[in-house]
């Protein structure tokens, strides 16, 4: 008997399953881990493995059943109980995915659920593909997995960065400073598309829309002839120039590990340089990773892990439990592996920014 809930024991296809959360943590892991466990023991009365590590315990062997107690109280916790790691199974090779195998048999699992962003998901895909029973969820603070309205770890994430770029907001008011704040968001944009909107950016750069630091410079030259002297600039880590866009993926990567500063700083070099103003610069890094989880997120978590669980005990497999139209919904994992959900160049939020006067550097 749960120490919380009265068990509901409902027929199961499942009596074991193994969780693991993969690659960077993000706030809300442990509210889906909740989510899942809870439901999965109280109402079907499955026996749940925590896998530690994330992929890397799962080839490894290393686990332990959750109970009651480990459960309880995280709901609100940053992080995950059950650590987490980089590793890419496939990538390292046939030995890796039958370490998974034989593990995945040693435990008795029936199933698997792979909490985690692009990278997990995929992982996940292909362990389904190798005949493992296996079901994904969406985490991300950079809300780039297909198929899904939102991932939990998202709004947390901005949250955090509105709060940096309103804190940056009060200095560049005093000092008459050009504040440059460097978000997370490699591939895609959406972090700082909402962040830079919900803390005024006067400049937003993202990944699909490239920059000319030309117009950048005469948007921040305007402002200052208007009586506005200062500028906050939002800039995802990914961020490119309309140069660099020409580029094939390689040869990107290679002007990238070249540069000897993270894209906010090149930005602030570039617009030194065309406006002999001095830009400050602050990277916000693993910040918008951490700390509680805002009310959304745990509340998308729990309705997602709890989703999940009844996906498992049907037999309902091979699916992701996406947030579709605002409801949960398994989709095929094979429809999300190896796929990036980028900002349309026509969605409304841009348009709505560039309506307000936000300059994108276009």
């Known amino acids: ?172 008011h005093s000092h008459s400073r050009i504040m440059i704040i460097e978000v997370m968001g490699h591939k895609a944009g959406w972090l700082g598309l909402y962040a830079g909107i919900a803390g005024g950016g006067d400049v937003i750069l993202i990944p699909e829309i490239p920059y000319n630091i030309e117009p950048i410079a005469e948007h921040v030259k305007r402002r200052k002839e208007a009586g506005h002297p200062f500028s906050i600039i939002v800039v995802a880590e990914g961020a490119l120039s309309v140069e660099e866009a020409k580029l094939d993926k390689k040869a990107l990567k290679k002007a990238r590990k070249e540069m000897p500063y993270s894209i906010a700083y090149r930005i602030a070099k570039e617009l030194k340089e065309a406006t002999d103003l001095e830009p400050r610069v602050t ?39 996406a947030l579709v139209n605002g409801v949960p919904t398994g989709v095929p994992l094979d429809k999300v592996a190896g796929k990036i959900k980028k900002v349309p160049t026509d969605h409304p939020l841009l348009q709505a920014a560039r309506e307000v006067g936000t300059c994108f550097g276009d």
């Open 1 to 172: 008997m749960s120490a919380f809930a009265e068990k509901i024991i409902s027929k199961s296809v499942v009596k074991t399953i193994g969780i693991l959360t993969s690659g960077g943590d993000a706030p809300g892991l442990n509210a889906a881990i909740r989510g899942v466990a809870r439901t999965a023991i109280n109402q079907y009365g499955i026996k749940v493995i925590g896998i530690e590590q994330g992929y890397r315990g799962l080839m490894q062997g290393l686990g332990h059943e959750l109970t009651a107690n480990e459960l309880s109280g995280i709901l609100t916790r940053g992080g995950t109980i059950l650590g987490t790691s980089r590793e890419k199974p496939f990538k390292i090779g046939k030995e890796a995915v039958n370490a998974i195998k034989e593990n995945y048999k040693k435990w008795n699992l029936d199933a698997l659920v792979c909490i985690g962003g692009n990278g997990t998901n995929t992982t996940a895909s292909y362990l389904q593909e190798e005949g493992l029973n296996v079901i994904g969820l969406p985490k991300t603070i950079d809300n780039d997995l297909v198929e899904t309205d939102m991932t939990f770890g998202f709004n947390t994430a901005v949250s955090v960065a509105t709060e940096a770029i309103d804190r940056l907001h009060t200095t560049a």
């Open 283 to 321: 990277v916000l890094g693993y910040l918008q990773r951490g700390g509680t989880p805002v009310p959304y997120d745990r509340v998308l978590a729990t309705e997602l892990g709890t989703a999940a669980a009844h996906m498992l005990a049907k037999g309902d497999f091979g699916k992701m439990v």
